[in-house]
Every structure is written in structure tokens, then in C-alpha cells.
């Protein structure tokens, strides 16, 4: 991409000298018009400038969204091959070893968990597509936030600390409803939570609130990770942002998570914010006027 900006530079500076030289002849053949050649040359070349400022924006944008593709390709291509792997080695040992029930067992649910990874990633792809193409209803009905968001939590609920896994607390407000897409916001929830848990470190807990106040409904999702700088904060949500380089970042994603997430909430006239958590991580807020 530098030999076109090259190019691109070079084609600005020549005409503006040409317009220069052509502006310095005119007022050499014609003195007595001077004012005029400068003043209308001066606007040209405010005219000029701006729009080559403009042009310059627009291909900085279309090169970073390249850059976002490509790390997205890169990060799409790490998630699938990791639980593929995991499967295919579970089921060759399940085929090639004389294992217990209870082992099989166990093979069985670990495969299982990282199918229900690969279901996640592939439904947020398509929600996603969808939403960018203007193809999604967003069909809306009422239904139990309580019980979706009991229903995520206890999925994605792991509880065994010796293994290096997160532990979920949740505090879930009972018979909450409100209207709205009820796959999409699924979406949201488990977006939200697994984002949590993807940025935090071994057997740190990830707080999930749910309650009513004041005639509002309160999502929160709060993790004692990394944390999120203020200069990333408004840039999170736009699609395939991730901080880093997918060939240097450690935590897993494609970058469409937290992009679903807003839009699927703009489309539900639902807010979201994130804040700092105390002392470290990260505290994403729902409201559902």
C-alpha cells in the first residue's frame, strides 16, 4: 500500500506546483490583474487541498478496515483450528484407547463444550453478516430476561479452579421481562459474559447483575482482567477493533463480539457503557429504558 500513497503524493505536489507556475505566468503577462489571479488561485488551491485531505482520509479509512479484515481472517482461522483440534484429539483417543465409562464421559463433554465454542463463533459471524447487510428483523416478543440470562450463565458456568478456569457470580433479579429479539439479546448476554471471561486471568470471578430500578432494567458484567484504556473505550465497539496484532494478542476473538452487542442493543433502544472496575479490569452496563 505505500507505492500508491507515493504515487498519490506525487500527483498532489505536481499539480499544485503546475498551478503555481501557471498562476506566476498569468500575473507576469497580466500585472494588473493580480488580485484576481491570487485570490481566485488561493481558493482553487484551498478547494484542492481539502479534497485531497478528504481523499487521503478515505483510503487511511479503507486501508485500516483491511488491516482489521485481515487480523479477523487470522483470528477466525486460530478459533476454528484450536476446537477442531481439541475434538479430533478426543475422538482418536475415545477410538485407539480401552477408556473407562467415565472417561468417555468426560471426552464426550469436552468435546462437546468446544462444539458449543464453534456454534458460538459461527452464529455471531452470521448475526453479524446480517446485521451489516440490512437483512435482520430483529422479530420481537416478550420473554424472561431472568431466565435467558440464568440460562447463559449456567452455560458457560465453570467451576473447577484447579483447572485454570473462571468462576461466575451471578445475582439475578427473578421474573424480569421485557420485549425484544429474544436470539439476539442471547447473543448480547453471552457475548458479554464470554468477553469477561476471555480478559480475565485464572479463577478471577466475572460478576453478572441483573435488577430492576427505578422503572429500568440493569445488565451488568464486571471482570477483574486487564482493564480497557480510555483511548480504546469508544473504538471497542466498531467492527473487527481488537487492541494489537492477532499474531502477538493472547486472548482469543474476532472482533465481532462487542460490535453485536451495540448494535443489537441500538436496534432494542437500549444503552450500553463501560467503566473502569476496582482496582483492575472492566465493568460493561446494560439499560433497558
Not at 505536481?14 to 503577462?29: K, P, S
Not at 440470562?149 to 433479579?173: G, P, T
Amino acid at each position: 500500500m505505500k507505492r500508491p500513497f507515493i504515487i498519490f503524493y506525487a500527483i498532489i505536489i505536481y499539480a499544485i506546483a503546475e498551478l503555481i507556475w501557471w498562476g506566476y505566468m498569468l500575473v507576469r503577462l497580466q500585472p494588473q490583474r493580480t488580485a484576481m489571479i491570487l485570490g481566485e488561485g488561493s481558493v482553487f488551491v484551498l478547494i484542492f487541498i481539502v479534497g485531497a485531505i478528504s481523499l487521503h482520509k478515505s483510503i487511511e479509512k479503507e486501508r485500516k478496515l483491511q488491516r482489521q479484515k485481515k487480523n479477523f481472517l487470522l483470528s477466525v482461522t486460530h478459533e476454528l483450528k484450536s476446537p477442531l483440534a481439541s475434538i479430533k484429539l478426543l475422538l482418536q483417543t475415545i477410538q485407539k484407547r480401552e477408556l473407562t465409562k467415565q472417561q468417555i464421559q468426560d471426552f464426550i463433554g469436552k468435546s462437546l463444550l468446544d462444539i458449543e465454542r464453534l456454534d458460538d463463533m459461527v452464529e455471531n459471524m452470521l448475526l453479524a453478516s446480517k446485521i451489516d447487510n440490512h437483512s435482520y428483523t430483529f422479530p420481537k416478543a416478550k420473554f424472561s430476561l431472568s431466565a435467558l440470562v440464568d440460562s447463559v450463565v449456567n452455560r458457560l458456568q465453570l467451576n473447577k479452579c484447579d483447572l485454570n478456569q473462571q468462576l461466575i457470580n451471578a445475582e439475578i433479579e427473578p421474573k424480569i421481562e421485557i420485549t425484544g429479539d429474544k436470539f439476539a439479546l442471547t447473543s448480547v448476554v453471552t457475548n458479554l459474559l464470554e468477553n469477561a471471561i476471555k480478559y480475565s486471568g485464572p479463577c478471577e470471578v466475572v460478576d453478572v447483575k441483573l435488577y430492576s430500578k427505578d422503572g429500568k432494567v440493569f445488565l451488568e458484567v464486571a471482570d477483574h482482567g486487564i482493564g480497557i484504556a480510555d483511548s480504546e473505550k469508544t473504538r471497542i465497539f466498531d467492527r473487527f477493533y481488537r487492541v494489537g496484532s492477532e499474531e502477538t494478542r493472547n486472548t482469543k476473538g474476532t472482533g465481532l463480539g462487542l460490535y453485536i452487542v451495540k448494535e443489537v442493543l441500538d436496534k432494542h433502544d437500549a444503552s450500553i457503557k463501560v467503566r473502569d472496575n476496582d482496582p483492575s479490569g472492566s465493568i460493561f452496563e446494560v439499560t433497558f429504558a
